[in-house]
C-alpha cells in the first residue's frame, strides 16, 4: 500500500513563502505525472501544478508566477515551493499522481493569515 505524506505547511503571513514536501515511492515517481492538489474548507479539491518524469510542469492560473513544483529524482520527491502567498491560498495541500490513483494522504495545511 502506498502512503503519501506530506510535509512543510504552517501558517504564513500574506507575502510569505512556504516548501512543501512529498516522497513518493520509486515506482510512482518514475512511472506517472506527479502534481500537487489542494483543498480548502468547503471547496473541492483542486490541482494547483503538475510535473511529468521528464519535467515539464503545468500550473492553475492562479498560482502562475507564485508558486514552483519540482523534483528530486534522487528522492524520489516532489517539492512545491510557494511564493508571495496569499489569504485564499490557505487550504489542505496534497500529492498525488496525476490522474490521483493513490490513497489520499492526510495532507498538509496551509493557512496564510496576517
Known amino acids: 500500500q502506498v502512503q503519501l505524506v506530506e510535509s512543510g505547511g504552517g501558517l504564513v503571513q500574506p507575502g510569505g513563502s512556504l516548501r512543501l514536501s512529498c516522497p513518493t515511492s520509486?515506482?510512482?515517481?518514475?512511472?506517472?505525472?506527479l502534481g500537487w492538489y489542494r483543498q480548502a474548507p468547503g471547496m473541492q479539491r483542486e490541482a494547483v501544478a503538475t510535473?511529468?518524469?521528464?519535467?515539464?510542469?503545468t500550473y492553475a492560473d492562479f498560482v502562475k508566477g507564485r508558486f514552483t513544483i519540482s523534483r528530486d529524482n534522487a528522492k524520489n520527491t516532489v517539492y512545491l515551493q510557494m511564493n508571495s502567498l496569499k489569504p485564499e491560498d490557505t487550504a489542505v495541500y496534497f500529492c498525488?499522481?496525476?490522474?490521483?490513483?493513490?490513497?489520499w494522504g492526510q495532507g498538509t495545511q496551509v493557512t496564510v493569515s496576517s
Open positions: 498525488n499522481s496525476v490522474p490521483p490513483l493513490y490513497q
Open positions: 520509486g515506482t510512482i515517481f518514475s512511472k506517472y505525472v
Open positions: 510535473i511529468t518524469s521528464g519535467g515539464r510542469l
